[in-house]
């Protein structure tokens, strides 16, 4: 299967070539991409598949259930390079309908380190305790979830001092708040972003 991959990526880099010769020689260049992409690993939910953007448009980080830990240097590494370096205009935190990561995080069970990395969708959970439980369909009651972890996501990231900064600067910086459908292949907004001068969103989905 490995060998496979890379006579894929060898037909795929011969057809771009073939189809635009000055391919290669552009995406060498410095990247500027406008967008910073926070999304979640599962493999269904490629960044630049499902917006359509090019190698080189977008800039991506990607973890289980599209979470911001505070303490996740990973993530503030890359918000820190996306913001000051690349002075991306837009972070758009986008999870997905069905997200396994959810699901875990609620299924009661045990699965071992990852329910650390989950408890924030727990939190979030618990603190919208009374909506979701007149949620009678369970998958429906999830999905539910999903949007409102997502909408807690951006709050949380327009909180950081990464942000903060920025804002104060007077960059013109929005976060977004949007969700996948892996059975319809479409995105959505859920209006619970946030941008312009330290404006704070509500956190709301």
């Known amino acids: 299967m490995l060998t496979d991959l890379l006579d894929h990526n060898i037909r795929w880099a011969t057809n771009k ?27 269904r939910v490629p960044a630049n598949v499902i917006t359509g953007l090019e190698p080189g448009e977008v800039f991506v980080h990607r973890n289980v259930a599209n979470l911001v830990h505070r303490g996740d240097l990973n993530l503030l590494s890359v918000l820190e390079f996306a913001v000051d370096t690349l002075e991306i205009k ?14 875990a995080a609620m299924d009661g069970h045990r ?33 539910r979830l999903c949007e ?34 892996l059975n319809d292949g479409l995105l959505r907004d859920l209006e619970c972003g946030c941008g312009g001068h330290g404006h704070q969103g509500s956190g709301h989905a």
């Open 17 to 43: 070539r073939r189809d635009d010769p000055d391919y290669f020689s552009r995406l060498s260049a410095l990247q500027r991409p406008d967008y910073l992409w926070i999304g979640c690993s599962d493999s």
């Open 90 to 103: 837009h972070i758009i935190v986008c999870g997905h309908y069905g997200c396994g990561g959810v699901r």
């Open 111 to 143: 699965h071992g380190i990852i329910d650390h990395w989950l408890q924030p969708i727990r939190d979030t959970a618990d603190s919208r305790a009374e909506e979701l439980e007149k949620i009678g369909d369970p998958d429906t009651r999830l999905n």
């Open 148 to 181: 409102m972890s997502i909408a807690a996501q951006v709050e949380g990231l327009s909180r950081t001092p990464i942000i903060q900064s920025a804002w104060k600067r007077g960059r013109e910086l929005a976060i977004h708040g949007w969700v996948y459908g």
